[in-house]
Nanobody
Framework: QVQVVESGGGLVQAGGSLRLSCTAS????????MGWFRQAPGKEREGVSC????????YYADSVKGRFTISRDNAKNTLYLQMNSLKPEDTAMYYC????????????????????WGQGTQVTVSS
């Protein structure tokens, strides 16, 4: 059974930084691309970033480009999201998910192309 567990969320002031982690088990981690999504209250869940199986390709939503960095450590079955220059509009529950493919491009932000969602970690950015 595939499980993913996110951690690292918290309360931070605008302009601050956080590093989210996501540990996966029950799968061959480096067979799959991994993604980060977020959902703010009253809004749809949206894609934030995706990384291919090797880490060689990364994708970002326009809203976070230049501020967030996705990475992975396949030896540790762990995915990361470094978030810098945080803004109040980044406030959301952040989720990681395993993609059905080793690559991100097809169905990049389509939730149906991902499975094994975690429970999420809350990020709150105060102004």
């Amino acid at each position: 059974q595939v499980q993913v567990v996110e951690s690292g969320g918290g309360l931070v002031q605008a302009g601050g930084s956080l590093r989210l982690s996501c540990t996966a088990s029950g799968l061959t981690f480096d067979d799959y691309a991994m993604g980060w999504f977020r959902q703010a209250p009253g809004k749809e869940r949206e894609g934030v970033s995706c990384i291919s199986w090797s880490g060689g390709s990364t994708y970002y939503a326009d809203s976070v480009k230049g501020r967030f960095t996705i990475s992975r450590d396949n030896a540790k079955n762990t995915l990361y999201l470094q978030m810098n220059s945080l803004k109040p509009e980044d406030t959301a529950m952040y989720y990681c998910a395993v993609k059905f493919s080793a690559y991100c491009r097809v169905g990049l932000w389509e939730r149906s192309f991902y499975n094994a969602w975690g429970q999420g970690t809350q990020v709150t950015v105060s102004s």
